[in-house]
């Protein structure tokens, strides 16, 4: 390989790189609020639980009384130093696997979506240590000021676990499928439809048509793997009786909450879901877009 296709390799992935991140850390400040509020829905067992919330406008009135505006703010600092790394590695492994998925007998829209489940299972390795610390605040309904600081629950989850499947790392079957089906969907449907409606020459109804495309493949991408979402919260966050371990892996998870709360407790947490990674979906997509196409121009 020539040094100069050496360096036009590297330019194109530090292209992807810059651009995923900047996609990630926009969309988690702008969406986290809802990232607490799904959680604390997800993680409440029924109507049986004393800090049961009625509705999703309970939920946002109660946590801004009992624990202020940084309530929802709670667990923000592991995604915040995860979504960098996180979302680059999901725009970067996808590009890397729709390369060479493009060397197989895969037709191109099969092909985007298996890059796109490639690049969701690599994501889920490298995020589920900071899912861990991040649900874990999230439940906790302190006030903000008196919560454990992220690295400090950290430290309180390794010195009890480890970094195993019991602690940093507890989830991870759930948290694989999570992401898995979301960016299977997320990025064939995306790509997909597209590259089917024919691109605008007004800016403007262009922006309009991808973030409209983004936003219904979130939407949908959401809407699929929830099940997958409510167990990682429920084996991440507190058990219903301290000490003793109830949700332990993923499907094991998913048939208790069937059995005991019926077919719509796995879909807890679905409306703030939506109302985050529907919008969220398209703002990545189309921060990502925008700064490599910048990037792309300017370096």
Known sequence: ????????????????IIAGGSAGLVEICLMHPLDVVKTRFQIQRGTSDPNSYKNLGDCFRTIFRNEGIYGFYKGIMPPILAETPKRAVKFFTFEQY???LALTPLST?????VAGLGSGLTEAIVVNPFEVVKVSLQANRDSFKEQPSSFGQARRI????GFGL???????TSTLGRHGVFNMIYFGFYFNVKDAIPASQDPTLEFMRKFAIGLTSGTISSCVNIPFDVAKSRIQGPQPVPGEIKYRTCFQTMGLVYREEGYLALYKGLVPKIMRLGPGGAVMLLVYEYVSGWLQENW
């Open 1 to 16: 390989m020539t040094a100069t296709k050496q360096r036009s390799l590297a330019r194109e992935s530090s292209h992807q």
């Open 98 to 100: 729709k390369k060479l």
């Open 109 to 113: 829209g099969l092909a985007l979506s």
């Open 158 to 161: 390794i010195n009890a676990e």
């Open 166 to 172: 019991k602690g940093l790392n507890k989830g991870l």
